[in-house]
């Protein structure tokens, strides 16, 4: 599947003073996932911490905390990743927290037009 990038706004829970980033729609990640640096100044704190499984097979322990993730008009809370520096991704969780589907073809995202309860 292609990937792309999309423009997004994360904020803490208070969504105050939010930062635009373009992030890489992932949706092989778990989680959305942003540097720890941004997350703390946006006075995100981590709540726990969690082991993953990489792409290439390894396991690494990161810090996860709630952010406010708006994806155009919608803002929703989210888990959020405390990642390294230039790592931007919009995951799988977050994808569902807004009801969108990925298209790769056009490299947009789409609703979800039939939702189950």
Do not use: W
């Amino acid at each position: 599947m292609g990937t792309f990038r999309i423009e997004i706004s994360v904020a803490g829970l208070d969504g105050d003073n939010p930062a635009t980033v373009t992030a890489l729609v992932d949706t092989g990640a778990t989680h959305s996932m942003m540097p720890a640096s941004l997350l703390h100044r946006l006075g995100i704190t981590p709540t726990r911490q969690r082991t993953f499984t990489m792409a290439d097979g390894r396991t690494e322990t990161y810090d996860i905390g709630a952010a406010m993730i708006s994806v155009g008009a919608e803002v929703m809370p989210c888990p959020v990743i405390f990642g390294r520096e230039g790592r931007y991704l919009l995951g799988a969780t977050t994808l569902e927290n807004f009801d969108l589907a990925v298209d790769p073809v056009n490299q947009k995202l789409t609703p979800v037009a039939e939702l189950t309860i």
